[in-house]
Nanobody, 125 residues
Framework: VQLQASGGGFVQAGDSLRLSCAAS????????MGWFRQAPGKERKFVAAIRSSGQDTYYADSVNGRFTISRDNAKNTVYLQMNSLEPEDTAVYYCAIRPRDSNFFLRQSYAYHYWGRGTQVTVSS
């Protein structure tokens, strides 16, 4: 399984960005796709996740109400719409797949088996 993230960039506070992550290879029919982010010198943190059905979504408190995760199963692609960006959102954003239909430990990076390379998001004040 390979994941390719894109859409990062340099923006001003208050702006929006949309990240995309396309998955290829043999993927279980039931799985979660998630986004994590890692700021310089800090640990990787959960941002959002979505179930394969698209009906269940989960967000970190810090982004809830500003970010929206969605997916297009026909394209094996997950999106992260990021609005009202803040300088604190600056990080490398990674997409990942949890190839199990279980929400246990969904906010933990060790629950995900496949990772993309990441895309840089920089928000200037």
């Amino acid at each position: 399984v390979q994941l390719q993230a894109s859409g990062g960039g340099f923006v001003q506070a208050g702006d929006s960005l949309r990240l995309s992550c396309a998955a290829s290879g043999r993927i279980s029919s039931s799985y979660y796709m998630g986004w994590f982010r890692q700021a310089p010198g800090k640990e990787r943190k959960f941002v959002a996740a979505i179930r394969s059905s698209g009906q269940d979504t989960y967000y970190a408190d810090s982004v809830n109400g500003r970010f929206t995760i969605s997916r297009d199963n026909a394209k094996n692609t997950v999106y992260l719409q990021m609005n009202s960006l803040e300088p604190e959102d600056t990080a490398v954003y990674y997409c990942a797949i949890r190839p199990r239909d279980s929400n246990f430990f969904l906010r933990q990076s060790y629950a995900y088996h496949y990772w993309g390379r990441g895309t840089q998001v920089t928000v200037s004040s």
